[in-house]
């Protein structure tokens, strides 16, 4: 990279936190931020309060702690002007929404929402946080939108537990999916555009979000539980003529025929294309009292060394919809979980020490800026090597991520900041991985592939 690109992109870091300048109140916090900005992305291996001040050139975290905790500044109206940025970024009617939650584990009980609860980030039950997050995902890249805190009722329900945590008196317990729902209400309510939305089960198994996601006109590829009760037309040999019978998913997925199965590739892995088994039919959805209710498609997804690995799915896309479109929009569940790993080791998203509602938020929303900035430069990064065939070129986005020092380094300029990237620097790498992006036209699934 070279010195002119340098000075461009932090021309373009300085240009992308002035647009979110008139959400601070004062020249301090707005100060602040910008540096609480850089130090999130500098390659220091733990972005804590105490090396973030390192970096910042500061002797103590008071200021960064400050700008969390006590600052006068709209979180919300940040979030909002996240969401506008990225819809100018990487805005497309063919935009994927996709919700999933992470665990932050915490060793006290005084964080905000915290309990021993499930998270899939250890595999198991641990004292933790979780946020549910709301990601867009396009062709050219892929960022988070949207964050909530997912307050547990035992919580909701402790009115000294709240206060101590300065938990506003308007928030109320939301299940996992209900957050979902209110955030991507919220994308739509500002403008972004996105024709589906994708996510695991515990969003697919909510009848109310899959309700509310129709209700706004929207497609959706929700992953279901195996148990998941369908009806399904069978064909009564005895009696010559067709009924339908009240069965789970995973019956329906064991009794296909082997020809309703097509193999192919919606995602690449770090071994070559990830080929799956994939069919996909008609059913009713299992309504009150047991009744045959709205047709919907199921997807099935059957692994190729193990039969029996089988994920389900629902979609409310038209009957005419082929089987390689939704399993392009199933395949893009995988996004949300890369961009909160890479915004973990990336942009410090769980590296914070706050105890409080709106000091959650506030690390939260920083730390999506900051991914956010770094996917939109990453993809500009692919389309300007894109080649003639209209499939991104990995050299661009190659190059992005082998001059993350040198940017690291020109976004913190100080004496001590440098000093402290170039220690950390020593022993860390930053790993690459491949992503599949993907384009759906006319039905027609397409796949190009970028170097994160």
């Known amino acids: 990279m070279t010195e002119e690109e340098l000075k461009a992109w932090s021309a373009d870091f300085e240009s992308f936190h002035a647009r979110f300048a008139h959400h601070f109140v004062r020249s301090e916090p707005r100060e602040q931020s910008l540096k609480y900005l850089r130090g999130l992305m500098s390659t220091v291996c733990r972005k804590n309060s105490w090396q973030l001040a390192e970096v910042m050139g500061e002797h103590r975290p008071d200021s960064s702690q400050r700008l969390l905790y006590q600052a006068k500044w709209d979180e919300a109206g940040v979030r909002d002007e996240l969401i506008a940025y990225v819809k100018e970024a990487f805005g497309s009617e063919e935009g994927i929404g996709v919700v999933d939650e992470t665990g932050f584990v915490k060793k006290g009980s005084h964080s905000v929402g915290v309990k021993r609860q499930y998270t899939g980030t250890v595999g198991k039950v641990e004292n933790c946080q979780i946020g549910v997050f709301l990601s867009y995902a396009v062709a050219e890249g892929q960022t988070l939108l949207d964050r909530r805190l997912y307050l547990p009722r035992e919580w909701c329900e402790n009115r000294e537990r709240r206060q101590q945590a300065k938990v506003p008196d308007e928030v109320k317990f939301q299940t996992k999916p209900e957050l979902a729902a209110a955030m991507l209400a919220h994308a739509w309510e500002q403008g972004v555009p996105m024709r589906w939305v994708t996510g695991d089960e515990v969003y697919g198994d909510s009848k ?22 369908v009806w399904h037309s069978r064909w009564l040999a005895e ?39 994939w069919a996909a039919l008609r059913v009713w959805e299992n309504d009150k009292g047991h009744h045959p209710g709205s047709e919907t498609w199921l997807l099935c997804r059957r692994s190729i060394s193990d039969a ?5 799915y629902f979609s409310n896309a038209s009957a005419d919809t082929t089987v390689q479109t939704l399993a392009a929009v199933a395949g893009q569940r995988y996004t949300i979980e890369q961009c909160i790993e890479e915004a973990k080791g990336e942009t410090g998203l769980d590296e914070y020490e706050v105890r409080y509602w709106h000091s959650w938020h506030r690390h939260i929303t920083l730390a999506m800026m900051a991914h956010a900035w770094l996917a939109v430069m990453r993809a500009r990064a692919g389309k300007k090597s894109s080649t ?9 986005s190659e190059t992005f991520a082998g001059n993350r020092i040198a940017l690291a380094v020109t976004l913190n300029p100080t004496a001590a900041g440098m000093v402290m990237l170039a220690s950390q620097t020593a022993v860390r790498s930053t790993p690459q991985s491949l992503s599949p992006t993907f384009c759906i036209s006319d039905g027609q699934t397409s796949l190009s592939y970028l170097r994160l």
């Open 239 to 277: 009696e010559q003529r067709k009924t339908r019978v009240l069965v789970t998913v995973a019956d329906v997925a064991m009794n296909l025929a082997a020809q309703q199965w097509q193999r192919f590739a919606v995602a690449e892995g770090e071994k070559g294309p990830r080929l799956y088994d």
């Open 208 to 229: 109310a979000l899959r309700e509310t996601i129709t209700a706004h006109e929207k497609l959706y590829v929700l992953a279901v539980s195996c148990h998941t009760l």
């Open 308 to 312: 029996s690995e089988l994920a389900y």
């Open 388 to 396: 003639r065939s209209g499939r991104l070129d990995r050299t661009g």
